[in-house]
């Protein structure tokens, strides 16, 4: 099978915003008495979805979380990020190779965060018409490292690639050990891009490059060749 598509996670690939995940993720559980640190968000929570990394959190510090309680953190998490989003920079290369892949192949995003706060970002860095589809945490029944999130966006781009696509089609790019595992689960060719972690840890990628500047797109196919 040669690739016909791409796939990528968002947070930490495309754009640099896991900084400000971390800020409006930590207001938000400092108002219900949670603190959590830089280095415990980095080694702990990264990869999970709001709702996820408000789970965690929570159980580390050995705090109860009903209901009520969850909904308030995950309200004021999404509020306080969306105050952050003009602060978002676009990773070195993103643009560029987004651009160059575009051109000959769809292109979808799978990733943890809210579809909503996706496409604002997509659209305020000019790469929303890039992309044939969004996937984000209320698309997919579950979350990251399971294959959920990558297999439906190889399923929503079944339509843009003559009506059907294989994820062993696909090449995905991830920046965290969860989202390795959720793409290679999923079956696909994976480019490990060492933005959040080291890139000892993304070896279990089919390839790791410490920026998407180090990458052609041309190249790629050839991870298909085995």
């Excluded at 990528?8 to 690939?13: A, K, Q, R, S």
């Excluded at 999130?149 to 920046?175: I, M, N, T």
């Excluded at 933005?195 to 050839?222: D, I, M, N």
Aim: net charge negative.
């Amino acid at each position: 099978m040669g690739l016909r598509a791409a796939v990528f996670d968002f947070d930490g690939v495309i754009v640099d915003s896991e900084p400000l995940h971390f800020r409006s993720l930590q207001d938000a559980l400092l108002s219900e008495g949670v603190r959590i640190t830089r280095e415990e968000y980095w080694g702990h929570l990264l990869a999970y979805d709001d709702r996820g990394s408000i789970r965690h959190a929570f159980e580390r510090h050995g705090e109860p979380l009903d209901p009520a309680r969850l909904g308030r953190v995950e309200q004021r998490k999404v509020e306080r990020f969306a105050e952050l989003i003009p602060e978002i920079g676009v990773f070195p290369g993103a643009r560029e190779l987004v651009g160059a892949l575009a051109g000959s192949l769809p292109l979808a995003i799978a990733s943890g965060a809210r579809r909503e706060e996706i496409e604002a970002i997509l659209a305020g860095i000019g790469l929303r018409d890039s992309f044939r589809a969004v996937v984000g945490a209320q698309d997919a029944a579950r979350t990251k490292p399971d294959p959920a999130p990558y297999l439906e966006a190889a399923r929503q781009l079944a339509d843009h690639a003559g009506g059907a696509l294989a994820p062993a089609e696909c090449v995905a790019f991830e920046d965290s050990v969860p989202g390795l595992m959720s793409a290679l689960r999923a079956g696909m060719k994976v480019v490990g891009v060492a933005h959040s972690y080291p890139a000892v840890k993304l070896q279990s990628a089919h390839r790791v490059v410490e920026s998407l500047t180090a990458l052609e797109a041309g190249s790629l196919g050839a991870l298909f060749e085995d």
